[in-house]
């Protein structure tokens, strides 16, 4: 599978990545212009999304912010990079949905014959779905939710139903019939694949990666579903906790193999090693 850059643009631009760290910093614009040396206009126009700023500014702002100077210039420059996507010992099927004014996204994961297959997360629901579902894939073994939140767990009880999935997992119990919570480090197994949860709290509060394997003799690379945590080129909002979301991003980079492909709830496939060297908040 190849990434597309131009047809998958990225889930933040240098203003929505600069909005973040000043957050992040606790810093308004006048203080972070002040500290960097950076004109506080400019600092507004790239917040506002018409960014003028040169190389010598990014990297101030980004010395000032803890970022990686040179995933912030490429961001700036419009050419962030992306790594091509090969070596998956299984087929994955990137849904991207249109939800208000962004697009979220799902995957399905299947054997690359055959018409069964696992979903993580459904999107605004099942009409989006069925929009772009492959129609080789009739059955649904699973359904695992990264976070319950509109634009990802839409119309669960119906997806499952319309698919038959018998399981459905999502990190917290949340006294719906449809679904059962997956705890930190509990895997679910088929005879194909290998789903690992891994509790990821920051953005939401009950938030979980899925690490995905080719069930039986480890082979090919894995696949992490990253939910709103990690996107190719910047971070979910802590909407729950920053300190806890930079927690879930450290226990990810400490304990996956560099060459895990990332599959973010918004935006482009990426890779772990990827992120590691250009992600601004990855520094
Ligand atoms: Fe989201």
């Given at each position: 599978?190849?990434?597309?850059?131009?047809?998958v643009?990225?889930?933040?631009e240098?203003?929505?990545?600069?909005?973040k760290?000043?957050?992040?910093?606790?810093?308004?614009?006048?203080q972070?212009?002040?500290r960097?040396?950076?004109?506080?206009s400019?600092l507004?126009?790239?917040?506002?999304?018409?960014?003028e700023l040169d190389?010598r500014e990014?990297?101030?702002?980004?010395?000032l912010?803890?970022?990686n100077e040179?995933?912030?210039?490429?961001?700036?420059?419009?050419?962030y990079?992306l790594?091509e996507?090969?070596?998956?010992?299984?087929?994955?099927?990137?849904?991207?949905?249109?939800?208000?004014?962004?697009v979220?996204n799902a995957?399905i994961?299947?054997?690359?014959?055959?018409?069964?297959?696992i979903?993580?997360d459904?999107?605004?629901?099942l009409?989006a779905?069925?929009?772009?579902?492959?129609?080789?894939?009739?059955k649904?073994d699973a359904v695992?939710?990264?976070?319950?939140?509109?634009e990802?767990?839409?119309?669960?009880?119906?997806?499952?139903?319309h698919?038959?999935?018998?399981h459905?997992?999502?990190?917290a119990?949340t006294?719906?019939?449809?679904h059962?919570?997956?705890v930190?480090?509990?895997?679910?197994?088929?005879?194909?694949?290998r789903v690992?949860?891994?509790?990821?709290?920051?953005h939401?509060a009950?938030h979980?990666?899925?690490?995905v394997?080719?069930a039986?003799?480890?082979?090919?690379?894995?696949?992490?579903i990253s939910?709103?945590l990690l996107f190719?080129g910047?971070?979910g909002?802590?909407?729950h906790c920053?300190?806890?979301?930079?927690?879930?991003?450290?226990?990810l980079?400490s304990?996956l193999p560099?060459?895990t492909?990332i599959?973010?709830?918004?935006?482009?496939?990426?890779t772990l090693a990827?992120?590691r060297?250009y992600?601004p908040?990855?520094?």
């Amino acid at each position: 599978m190849k990434n597309s850059p131009m047809q998958v643009p990225l889930e933040d631009e240098l203003g929505d990545v600069l909005d973040k760290a000043l957050s992040r910093a606790g810093l308004s614009p006048d203080q972070a212009a002040a500290r960097s040396g950076v004109e506080v206009s400019r600092l507004r126009d790239a917040l506002d999304w018409r960014s003028e700023l040169d190389c010598r500014e990014l990297g101030a702002l980004a010395a000032l912010l803890g970022l990686n100077e040179v995933g912030l210039c490429a961001l700036a420059s419009g050419s962030y990079p992306l790594p091509e996507i090969a070596g998956l010992p299984f087929c994955l099927h990137p849904l991207r949905m249109p939800h208000g004014i962004g697009v979220a996204n799902a995957y399905i994961i299947s054997e690359c014959c055959g018409s069964g297959g696992i979903l993580f997360d459904t999107g605004p629901g099942l009409e989006a779905l069925l929009a772009g579902w492959p129609s080789r894939i009739q059955k649904l073994d699973a359904v695992f939710l990264t976070h319950v939140e509109p634009e990802h767990a839409g119309g669960l009880c119906e997806v499952t139903r319309h698919f038959r999935a018998e399981h459905a997992f999502s990190p917290a119990p949340t006294g719906s019939p449809c679904h059962r919570e997956m705890v930190d480090a509990q895997s679910w197994e088929n005879g194909r694949f290998r789903v690992t949860a891994l509790s990821t709290p920051g953005h939401a509060a009950a938030h979980n990666c899925y690490l995905v394997e080719s069930a039986g003799a480890r082979r090919g690379r894995s696949l992490l579903i990253s939910g709103d945590l990690l996107f190719a080129g910047s971070v979910g909002c802590p909407l729950h906790c920053a300190e806890r979301l930079n927690a879930s991003l450290g226990r990810l980079l400490s304990s996956l193999p560099e060459d895990t492909v990332i599959a973010p709830g918004h935006g482009p496939l990426t890779t772990l090693a990827n992120e590691r060297r250009y992600n601004p908040f990855l520094r």
